[in-house]
């Protein structure tokens, strides 16, 4: 005969399948309560994630600019260490089939590189070697007058303290039209090499179509 009673063998099944369902009942309520309870961090680690990349990319993107920038500096340093010089076609190019004017050229006394410049835009602004230059009427370079009994330095009295300057008497806004002035400007601003500062002085006891290129030291 079983030690257990039939009555309380099938008590104690009823029993273990109530208990069964309990905790199937409470398995799902802790899958549910899992998932409401991961959802938020969910969306709290995307978002650290997406503020994550934004930071990554602001970061390389400032990175870039600075390499950028040093670069930009560096290629300055180098161009500024090279004596100036002219990009010939470039040159000639932006005078061909423009007015023709005269020009003067004066140099920093004292100053190998800039007479070398001088002489450079003195041969190619001019007829040349067997007519292969511009075509100007252009003086021999020679020294900044000095400023006689002026207590003003002559650099600063003719203006020759930039890097490059061309006095006339010509108004600005004829700059980039077909004029010799307008030919001038932009061939020395598009046909040289080493950069530096140019200015254009307005100079009203010049003859028209009369320049005059101050080579300054260089900037």
């Known amino acids: 005969m079983s ?8 008590t104690t099944s009823s029993w273990s399948e109530v208990l069964a ?10 899958g549910i309560a899992y998932l409401l309870s991961t959802r938020p961090l969910r969306k709290i ?15 390389q993107k400032e990175a870039a600019e600075a390499q950028l920038a040093l ?14 010089g002219l990009d010939l076609q470039k040159f000639l190019e932006h ?3 423009k007015p023709r004017g005269t020009a003067d050229i004066w140099y920093k006394p004292e100053d190998a590189e800039a007479y070398l410049f001088a002489g450079q835009i003195g041969r190619w602004l001019g007829t040349g070697v067997n007519g292969d230059g511009a075509g100007w009427n252009v003086s021999k370079p020679k020294p900044i007058p000095l400023g006689g009994d002026s207590t003003i330095p002559s650099e600063l009295k003719y203006g020759g303290s930039s890097g490059l300057t061309v006095r006339g008497n010509k108004p600005a806004r004829e700059f980039g039209e077909n004029t010799a002035i307008g030919a001038l400007m932009e061939a020395l ?7 530096g500062v140019m200015v254009f002085i307005g100079d009203n006891t010049l003859p028209d179509d009369h320049f005059i290129i101050i080579v300054g030291q260089q900037q």
Do not use: M
């Not at 670069?71 to 100036?84: C, T």
């Open 3 to 10: 030690a257990f009673s039939r009555e309380f063998l099938e």
């Open 21 to 30: 369902a309990v905790f199937a009942t409470l398995a799902a309520f802790s």
């Open 45 to 59: 680690e995307a978002r650290e994630n997406t503020i994550l990349e934004e930071k990554r990319a602001t970061a």
């Open 71 to 84: 670069k930009q500096y560096v290629d300055l340093i180098a161009a500024r260490a090279e004596p100036r």
């Open 95 to 97: 005078l061909k089939g």
């Open 189 to 195: 601003l598009w046909g040289r090499r080493g950069g």
